[in-house]
């Protein structure tokens, strides 16, 4: 089942308050330096409940997003050399994106895996210094999808999973919510030191430098 998608809006989502000076450097751990140079994609379906109304509902995403990337400041920054991030609140890309000539049921119900990239922000073996990326996909029968793509080297599953559900968290409103959401821990580069090598990552591959 071919897939087709036309981008409507693109825009940088950057933190919704400024990264402090001190935490601009987030030195890579050993660990997520030998990890795959490669994105980790989710997809996260939504049927169209009757009053989907898609401006509202990408203004509470992107709202949201901004409030997380606070607290996840690494995700909206840039990685260099395979040693650090630099969190200078770059910003992550969303877009959102017209699926045409699809119902959202026709793509759960007879996915073809290789189509399904379309509906994320990279291609997961895709390798770039932006460490997250969002893509909006709003199917003609009104139902959605979110997509996310997550650098191998800035989080793990694990971390993944924490990072969505705060997001979820966080566009639930009300201040309330707020407890539910969990501060992350970005030490583990004090545990697991990051080194220098003699070679360069190339896509998952590597060679001498």
């Given at each position: 089942m071919k897939i087709e998608v036309e981008?409507?809006?693109?825009?940088?989502?950057?933190?919704?308050?400024?990264?402090?000076?001190?935490?601009?450097?987030?030195?890579?751990?050993?660990?997520?330096?030998?990890?795959?140079?490669?994105?980790?994609?989710?997809?996260?379906?939504?049927?169209?409940?009757?009053?989907?109304?898609?401006?509202?509902?990408?203004?509470?995403?992107?709202?949201?997003?901004?409030?997380?990337?606070?607290?996840?400041?690494?995700?909206?920054?840039?990685?260099?050399?395979?040693?650090?991030?630099?969190?200078?609140?770059?910003?992550?890309?969303?877009?959102?994106v017209k699926v045409k000539t699809h119902l959202l049921s026709d793509v759960i119900t007879n996915p073809c895996l290789s189509e399904l990239h379309k509906l994320l922000p990279f291609k997961p073996d895709e390798v770039t210094e932006t460490a997250l990326g969002v893509q909006l996909n709003v199917f003609e029968c009104g139902g959605i999808a979110v997509g996310l793509c997550i650098s191998h080297r800035i989080a793990d599953a694990r971390s993944c999973f924490t990072f969505v559900n705060n997001w979820a968290a966080a566009s639930n409103c009300g201040q309330g919510n707020k407890n539910s959401i969990v501060g992350p821990d970005f030490s583990a580069a004090s545990i697991f030191p990051p080194k220098k090598y003699g070679w360069v990552f190339r896509g998952s591959h590597h060679q001498q430098a």
């Open positions: 981008v409507i809006t693109k825009e940088t989502i950057k933190p919704s308050s400024p990264t402090p000076h001190h935490l601009h450097h987030h030195q890579l751990p050993f660990l997520d330096q030998l990890a795959p140079h490669v994105y980790a994609p989710f997809l996260y379906f939504y049927e169209f409940n009757g009053s989907t109304n898609v401006t509202q509902i990408s203004k509470l995403l992107k709202t949201s997003l901004s409030k997380v990337l606070t607290q996840y400041y690494p995700f909206a920054g840039r990685v260099r050399n395979n040693l650090f991030v630099h969190c200078k609140d770059q910003g992550i890309p969303f877009s959102e």
